[in-house]
Nanobody
Framework: VQLHAFGGGMVQAGGSLRLSCVAS????????MGWFRQAPGKERDLVAT???????HYVDSVKGRFTLSRDKGKNTVHLQMNSLKPEDTAVYYC?????????????????WGQGTQVTVSS
């Protein structure tokens, strides 16, 4: 599976960005997809994940602000990020898990895309 993430950038606090991740090389509909982020000096942590049936899970810090969706026809997942805060600044990574069960653990994702930088200024 190859994952290509894009859509990062720089935005002021309160602004919005949409990250996208295109998957290729395997039946997209069977993959659990997730977004992780890593701030300087910190661990890479889960942001949100979506199952093959569209079920979503968000970490508390982004609930109500971020929305994860998947477009099966385009083998793409989108992370809509609204009301961005400076603490959302990080490199964001797209990941895929072969198992149909969603996971919050970084180690349980099988494939990773390159990171995309999100910078939120105050």
């Amino acid at each position: 599976v190859q994952l290509h993430a894009f859509g990062g950038g720089m935005v002021q606090a309160g602004g919005s960005l949409r990250l996208s991740c295109v998957a290729s090389g395997r039946t997209f509909s069977t993959l659990v997809m997730g977004w992780f982020r890593q701030a300087p000096g910190k661990e890479r942590d889960l942001v949100a994940t979506i199952t093959e049936t569209g079920g979503t899970h968000y970490v508390d810090s982004v609930k109500g602000r971020f929305t994860l969706s998947r477009d099966k026809g385009k083998n793409t997942v989108h992370l809509q990020m609204n009301s961005l805060k400076p603490e959302d600044t990080a490199v964001y990574y797209c990941a895929a898990r072969i198992s149909g069960v969603y996971s919050t653990k970084r180690s349980e994702y099988d494939y990773w895309g390159q990171g995309t930088q999100v910078t939120v200024s105050s």
